[in-house]
């Protein structure tokens, strides 16, 4: 069976949960789905996190039953498309907004990534795609 590309956003009310999620996602071993990797970014006045990862996935029971484990609303975009629209968005980066969220955590590839900071703006385009 064919692998599909796609970014995933899992949104949680509950932010403990986000980041159970965040590190089931980095020991998932499953046939049939790949991560590539993953962060976490969170409102603070809110408490809402969202969990966003590149994955490859031939079916989608394994991710939707990680959502419904943990309470999250799961969406998939291909990566394509959301590729396609950094690109387009690249060269307007300064008026790309980062909509108060921050990104806690996140891996990829097995590497950790830095400390709580100020997301790039590809992550604050990826958040504003997740929130539409």
Same mark, same amino acid.
């Given at each position: 069976?064919?692998?599909?590309?796609?970014?995933?956003?899992? !949104?949680?009310?509950? &932010?403990?949960? @986000?980041?159970?999620?965040?590190?089931?996602?980095?020991?998932?071993?499953?046939?049939?789905?790949?991560?590539?990797?993953?962060?976490?970014?969170? !409102?603070?006045?809110?408490? @809402? @996190?969202?969990?966003?990862?590149?994955?490859?996935?031939?079916?989608?029971?394994?991710?939707?039953?990680?959502?419904?484990?943990?309470?999250?609303?799961?969406?998939?975009?291909?990566?394509?498309?959301?590729? @396609?629209?950094?690109?387009?968005?690249?060269?307007?980066?300064?008026?790309?907004?980062?909509?108060?969220? &921050?990104?806690?955590?996140?891996?990829?590839?097995?590497? &950790?990534?830095?400390?709580?900071?100020?997301?790039?703006?590809?992550?604050?385009?990826?958040? &504003?795609?997740?929130?539409?």
């Amino acid at each position: 069976m064919p692998m599909n590309e796609n970014v995933i956003t899992l !949104r949680f009310t509950n &932010r403990v949960a @986000a980041y159970q999620a965040l590190g089931a996602l980095r020991h998932l071993n499953a046939v049939g789905t790949e991560i590539h990797g993953a962060v976490l970014v969170e !409102r603070p006045e809110g408490g @809402a @996190a969202v969990v966003l990862a590149a994955v490859g996935e031939s079916g989608t029971d394994t991710l939707d039953m990680l959502a419904l484990w943990y309470g999250a609303a799961i969406e998939r975009r291909p990566v394509d498309g959301v590729r @396609a629209g950094l690109y387009a968005l690249e060269g307007d980066a300064g008026d790309v907004p980062v909509l108060g969220a &921050r990104v806690a955590t996140g891996w990829r590839e097995g590497k &950790r990534a830095g400390a709580p900071g100020t997301p790039s703006p590809g992550v604050a385009v990826l958040s &504003r795609m997740s929130a539409a």
